[in-house]
């Protein structure tokens, strides 16, 4: 079985400073881990993915994650919040070979104040 | 190019109703997979097929059931709807080679938001 936990269901920062959502996991196999970006009334939207290859993992709009097996943990950081970057962030896990079937997290609202 | 599309966009049901929402995948995508998402928390796996066979089904009742067509769209089918069915339900596809492996991500539409009275 395989689990995600998004530590703070809602994170506020200040337009410019760092932004760190956190995410740990559980998965009996190697896992592939995802983080998914989700505006209002829309669709989730693919930030970046880690599938075994590097552990630094760059995705779009600044966006970059760490895989830490040690730590189970792929934490989403951008150096600096943009008003845009306000939404709903969902980190999620997958196990080959049913790599299509993803667990998600509970999901942590992110503000960014002017 | 077109993205994943979903009908309808929105729908009211009454309890014990039955509802059937569509999804047409992206051009080339073989694979489409349903997800639940209830307001407030993440979404949830109900199924996964590919080339018109269920490739995965997660822990939801027999209520649900999910059919693949030659041309890669999709319905998903909800009988006896119960009020805890009000959900966004969301359709994502992928170049999936089916047999789950992949470095190919889920590409999700905007969702069916089904309200339930």
């Known amino acids: 079985a395989q689990s995600v936990t998004q530590l703070g269901s809602h994170v506020s920062v200040s337009e410019g400073a760092l932004v760190l959502l956190r995410c740990n996991y559980s998965s009996s196999v190697p896992p592939y881990l995802f983080w998914y970006v989700q505006y209002p009334n829309q669709g989730l939207q693919l930030l970046l993915k880690y599938t075994s290859a590097a552990t630094l993992v760059k995705g779009i709009n600044g966006f970059e994650a760490e895989f830490k097996k040690s730590e189970t943990s792929f934490h989403l950081t951008k150096p600096s919040a943009h008003m845009s970057d306000a939404a709903e962030y969902f980190c999620?896990?997958?196990?080959?070979?049913?790599?299509?079937?993803?667990?998600f997290g509970g999901g942590t609202r992110l503000m960014v104040k002017p | 190019d077109a993205g994943v599309t979903q009908s309808p966009t929105h729908l009211i049901k009454t309890r014990g109703q039955h509802v059937t929402l569509r999804c047409s995948p992206i051009?080339?995508?073989?694979?489409v997979s349903w997800y639940q998402q209830v307001l407030g928390q993440g979404p949830q796996f109900i199924f996964q097929?590919?080339?018109?066979?269920?490739?995965g089904r997660g822990n939801f009742p027999d209520r649900f059931s999910a059919r693949q067509f030659p041309n890669y769209s999709s319905e998903l089918n909800v009988n006896a709807l119960l009020l805890g069915d009000s959900a966004l339900y969301l359709c994502?596809?992928?170049?999936?080679?089916?047999?789950?492996?992949?470095?190919?991500?889920?590409?999700f539409g905007n969702g069916t938001r089904l309200t339930v009275t």
């Open positions: 097929y590919y080339e018109k066979e269920e490739r």
């Open positions: 051009s080339g995508h073989k694979s």
């Open positions: 994502a596809s992928s170049y999936s080679t089916g047999t789950g492996l992949t470095n190919s991500p889920l590409h």
């Open positions: 999620a896990v997958s196990s080959p070979p049913a790599g299509n079937m993803l667990t």
